[in-house]
């Protein structure tokens, strides 16, 4: 699937397309070059998915761990930008996190690819030439 947001104002619209796109699959890895927008996309998936308590990107933490105030599901959003090695990422729990069944956001995901399951839903942020984004995942 493909969603084009031409500016910030089509954000909304688009995270709801991307919603309803979304299957059983749980790990999401959010890829695209800094900048792109991945926290951005993330924080409104987590609010539209009921999550009020979204700050931003867990890039010294690692991991947010969030719940969903409509359906009270676990939402973990992880950012691996500063990962040194797998060796770290497994000694926080990361494959635990993948397994547990909960929604799983990921960045920087390309920093744990020998850990992330076998249905890991790859979702591609480009910038294009405009400064719009294009969204491509399966």
Same mark, same amino acid.
């Given at each position: 699937?493909?969603?084009?947001?031409?500016?910030?104002?089509?954000?909304?619209?688009?995270?709801?397309?991307?919603?309803?796109?979304?299957?059983d699959?749980?790990?999401?890895?959010?890829?695209?070059?800094?900048?792109?927008?991945?926290?951005?996309?993330?924080?409104?998936?987590?609010?539209?998915?009921?999550?009020?308590?979204?700050?931003?990107?867990?890039?010294?933490?690692?991991?947010?761990?969030?719940?969903?105030?409509?359906?009270?599901?676990? @939402?973990?959003?992880?950012?691996?930008?500063?990962?040194?090695?797998?060796e770290?990422? @497994?000694?926080?729990?990361?494959?635990?996190?993948?397994?547990?069944?909960?929604?799983?956001?990921?960045?920087?995901?390309?920093?744990?690819?020998?850990?992330?399951?076998?249905?890991?839903?790859?979702?591609? @942020?480009?910038?294009?030439?405009?400064?719009?984004?294009?969204i491509?995942?399966?």
């Open positions: 699937m493909e969603i084009r947001i031409e500016n910030l104002e089509q954000l909304p619209q688009a995270v709801t397309q991307f919603i309803e796109a979304m299957d699959r749980t790990v999401y890895a959010f890829r695209g070059e800094m900048g792109a927008g991945k926290t951005t996309f993330i924080t409104e998936l987590c609010r539209q998915l009921g999550v009020d308590d979204v700050a931003n990107s867990p890039t010294f933490a690692i991991v947010n761990e969030y719940r969903s105030d409509t359906t009270a599901e676990l @939402i973990y959003h992880f950012d691996f930008y500063r990962i040194e090695d797998l770290e990422a @497994i000694e926080i729990g990361t494959e635990d996190y993948f397994d547990s069944g909960a929604l799983c956001l990921l960045e920087w995901a390309e920093r744990v690819e020998d850990l992330l399951p076998g249905d890991t839903v790859d979702v591609f @942020i480009t910038v294009n030439d405009d400064e719009s984004r294009t491509k995942f399966d």
